[in-house]
């Protein structure tokens, strides 16, 4: 039903309800039966359980717990162990992550009205906000928050803060004539209020329209849930991983079974040796690694002002391509600030932003005392009079209480040497005239310490100039002629084109002997004198711009969307550079024509969304990613949540954000600073980087093991390791090191590269070739350290097989170093990560100890090694890294 088109008596015809009574008991019951309560129902939720079991449906995981199996029925009771503790370990941190994320609704619930006022049987009574029901008449004034969505029927002054839901940067003041026009959005509709917004101002009475889910907070919740949640880049790498990894596994293993079964072995010996080479091929590791080289990140993201929700989003960040930013209070303070001043023909400008009351007042570039001029003086004066608002303090912060608009006059005055309190002294008020939507203006009547009497108005500039006579140009009233009032309007054309909002500030002087309470309105507001205009803008955040433009030199696009007038999100995104020459401007009631396919066509050359809904927001994510873009959606409203979820990465404002948005998000701003987010990709790209760096730590190593198994098996060799010195080296050999490897500092340049392909794989760049070659040295390095000790000392495997173990840890620990750079060993500084230098030391002392300590020789099948052995063993596990180095420096030479 449109609603905003009907005229009163008809909402109550159609709702069947009294104005004057309201419902009945009888009639409320009835409706109940058939409505249900006001309140938002929740999608059926996962039990813990099956959350739980959920996390070990992954084929990789499943195939480590078969391995398991097999090796506790093969008597390998370590080797099960080792493994299922891995995997446990990693399906509980998956699991309590997923059981936190998921509170959007619950947040949603909070901000409906936990009471309101209804008239029920001709008596208006408290009750709890989801006993409502259509039909309903309801009554609020400033401070309650609106329980369901309502047609007003009575307005006085009215004012309801929608920013939430609408992105409408300040209060909509509401009226309850009927309004025309079928696909309005939300901040059109000024005879309706909705459940969940704040009223600033005044109070009214409304008819209840919706209630639960059938109300626009309901839909952007019914949104929430349907939203589908994308699988990040890293998810989808590992997952290719995995399935390569496995069968590279399963083919190795029925290969070295074959030909030993060929050459004689017998099979158990065979089937023992193919598991060990499957527990070699899959880095057992891998998962938790990833996973706490993530969880690092987090901790160094919270440092930098941001709270990562959902680990795999740290990654995410790192490949965006598009950033979806709302305007109010993402880009901008969400503070109104008057930034200029006219009157008479001449222009101010005021620095500051925000409600801090520090700024200097310049006439073109000069500095100026605004005492010294009188127009100036008065222009501020009468805005600080006629004005509701207080300046208070909240921790270190400047707040106002009170209207935005009436907010940023008194500071304003404040930022001149003027105070309200001393103002009052000075001036008596005896009367006022509240604004009024149908007026568009406020005013006072005062009397000064000599007894003169004057009105001063305040309200919309075409307004207050239609009821002025005369107009003051510097010292003097001039008869308001047709070139005065020309050159007036031509004042607000300008101020309006720089998206600024006028106030224009007038007085009347009246005579000392009427009466102020037999005097009316219209009396007041006619004849005035128009002092001037007061522009004010809800300023952008200083640090945006430059975090705009280096998130440009990155190859990442930003986007503004808002539900902001399309003059004043012009204004804004080209004062930050994100609106440039070419660039496309579309608008919301552009997008209702459009589907997904027509806007994927255009969305590529659109820097700025005006005007827009929901719904909106949900089609230009989705536009972006079906044109293949990895999505970051900013927003700090309730109505930012469903793109927000639906996003690649969402990101919320921490402090000026809803919870609804928050829970939604992967990603919360502590300090509500676009800055931030650049910060946060920054540490998304090298967190890329670091697991692409223990990826290829790891494989390389594994390589390396299993190349070791195959060429053994092949030449008919013994096993040069056993399966529990391959599970040693994987977790301890291989853990440490990848870890420490996730701790590395960015390189200078991870800023100036372009964004990665979202379809790019792990092995990209070049990284496939490097796993093969490091890890076929390294096999061969180990290999033939195996045959030298196999043949001193021929009637001693066991001793062989302990140099061949201490030669694959030693290639291995020599090649993490190599790791840290695309280029070569000797491209950075080894000492640049401690954390690894430590990693290192801690892998060897725990190698000596399983090869020394008599207690744990027989666990891994290991000898004492005498020292003369070591030079074989060092010289052949640095043999891989150092060739690959001098290959690397005779390129560079070329």
């Known amino acids: 039903m449109n ?68 090796s506790g029925i093969l008597g390998e009771y370590l080797d099960a162990i080792a493994i299922i503790a891995i995997v446990l370990v990693n399906g509980f941190l998956g699991f309590f992550q997923e059981r936190k994320a998921e509170k959007s609704l619950q947040a949603l619930k909070e901000l409906s009205a936990p009471q309101v006022t209804v008239l029920r049987d001709g008596q208006w009574v408290k009750i709890p906000s989801k006993e409502i029901v259509v039909g309903d008449i309801i009554r609020f004034a400033s401070g309650d928050r609106i ?32 309004l025309s026009g079928v696909s309005m959005s939300l901040g059109d509709l000024e005879n309706m209020a909705f459940m969940g917004t704040m009223v600033t101002r ?45 069968t590279v596994a399963l083919v190795l293993t029925a290969l070295v079974v074959g030909v030993g079964v060929i050459q004689g072995h017998d099979i158990y010996t065979m089937f023992l040796a193919g598991v060990s080479l499957a527990v070699a091929a899959i880095p057992e590791g891998l998962p938790a690694i990833v996973t706490v080289a993530l969880s690092l990140g987090v901790q160094r993201m919270i440092k930098k002002k941001a709270i990562v929700r959902k680990l795999p989003a740290v990654e995410t960040l790192g490949c965006a391509s598009v950033i979806c930013s709302d305007k109010t209070g993402t880009l901008t303070q969400n503070k109104m600030t008057v930034t200029d001043l006219w009157s008479g023909g001449k222009t101010w400008t005021v620095s500051g932003t925000g409600y801090e009351p520090k700024g200097h007042f310049f006439y073109r570039e000069d500095k100026v005392l605004p005492n010294k001029d009188k127009a100036l003086q008065q222009l501020l004066t009468f805005g600080m009079l006629c004005n509701h608002a207080e300046l208070k303090t909240k921790g270190e912060e400047f707040v106002i209480d009170g209207d935005p608009t009436e907010g940023a006059l008194l500071v304003a005055g404040i930022k001149a040497g ?65 070139e005065v009032h020309a050159n007036v309007e031509k004042a607000i054309g300008e101020l309006a084109s720089n998206a600024l909002r006028n106030i224009a500030i007038a007085y ?22 128009f002092i001037g205009l007061q522009g004010m803008i809800d300023p952008p955040r200083p640090e945006v711009k430059e975090a705009v433009r280096e998130c440009g030199s990155a190859g990442i696009k930003t986007v503004m969307i808002t539900g902001d007038h399309v003059i004043t999100a012009k204004a804004i995104a080209k004062q930050l550079g994100i609106l440039r020459t070419h660039d496309k401007v579309l608008q919301g009631h552009e997008l209702n024509n459009m589907d997904v396919e027509e806007l994927e066509e255009v969305v590529e050359n659109v820097s700025v969304f005006a005007r827009v809904s929901p719904a909106h927001k949900l089609k230009i994510v989705k536009a972006l990613q079906n044109r293949g873009h ?20 969402g990101v919320a404002m921490g402090v000026t954000g809803t919870d609804v948005a928050k829970e939604s998000s992967s990603l919360v701003l502590l300090d509500d600073n676009f800055a931030t987010i650049k910060a946060a990709i920054q540490e998304g790209r090298n967190i890329y980087e670091n697991i692409r760096k223990f990826i290829r730590y790891l494989l390389a190593s594994n390589v390396g093991e299993i190349l070791v198994m195959l060429f053994a098996m092949i030449l008919a060799l013994p096993l040069p390791l056993v399966p529990i010195q391959i599970l040693w080296v994987n977790l301890v050999t291989d853990g440490l090191p990848a870890m420490a490897l996730g701790l590395d500092k960015p390189e200078e340049d991870v800023m100036k590269r372009k964004p990665r392909h979202p379809k790019e794989g792990v092995f990209s760049r070049g990284l496939g070739w490097k ?9 061969i390095a180990t290999l033939l350290a195996f045959i030298f000790a196999y043949k001193a000392h021929p009637n001693h495997l066991a001793y062989a097989q302990t140099v061949a173990f201490a030669t694959l840890v030693m290639a291995q620990l020599i090649h993490v170093f190599d790791c840290r750079s695309e280029k070569s060993v000797f491209a ?24 020394y300590l008599p207690s744990l020789q027989p666990i891994f099948h290991t000898v004492s090694i005498e020292w003369k052995d070591w030079l074989l063993i060092l010289g052949f596990s640095s043999v891989p890294t150092f060739l690959l180095a001098g290959s690397f420096f005779a390129r560079k030479k070329q």
């Open 3 to 70: 609603y905003h088109e009907m005229r009163e008596e008809d909402i109550e015809q159609t709702l069947s309800t009294n104005y004057e009574q309201g419902l009945s008991l009888d009639e409320v019951k009835k409706r109940r039966n058939q409505f249900g309560f006001n309140q938002l129902e929740e999608a059926e939720k996962q039990s813990a359980i099956l959350l739980f079991f959920s996390q070990f449906k992954d084929f990789m995981v499943l195939v480590l717990l078969a391995a398991t199996l097999i």
């Open 147 to 178: 329980g369901a969505d309502v047609r007003l029927i009575q307005s006085n002054n009215l004012e309801v803060e929608e920013s939430a839901l609408t992105g409408e940067s300040v209060p909509v003041a509401k009226k309850t004539n009927p």
């Open 202 to 246: 005044g109070n009214g009475i409304g008819a209840v329209t919706a209630i639960g889910m059938k109300t626009a907070m309901g839909q952007i919740a019914d949104m929430l849930q349907k939203a589908e949640v994308m699988i990040t880049p890293l998810q989808r790498r590992l997952e290719q991983l995995g399935k390569i990894l496995i």
């Open 418 to 482: 003027l105070h309200r309190e001393s103002l009052l002294q000075q001036f008596s008020i005896e009367k006022e005239f509240p604004f009024d939507s149908s007026r568009k203006m406020m005013s006072i009547i005062v009397s000064d310490q000599n007894g003169k009497r004057f009105a001063v108005t305040k309200g919309a500039p075409d307004v207050v100039l239609g009821r002025a006579t005369s107009v003051l140009w510097g010292d003097k009233l001039q008869h308001k002629s047709q």
């Open 508 to 529: 009347k002087p009246l005579d000392r002997s009427s009466s102020s309470h037999t005097m009316t309105e219209t009396e007041i507001e006619k004849d005035l004198v």
């Open 630 to 649: 990895i999505v970051a959606m900013t927003g700090d409203g309730v109505n930012d949540a469903p793109a927000i979820k639906t996003a690649d990465i």
């Open 771 to 779: 796993v093969v070659s490091r890890g076929f040295l390294i096999g």
């Open 828 to 851: 950075r500084n080894p000492f640049g990560n401690m954390y690894l230098v430590w990693a290192v030391l801690s892998s060897l002392v725990l190698m000596l100890l399983v090869i």
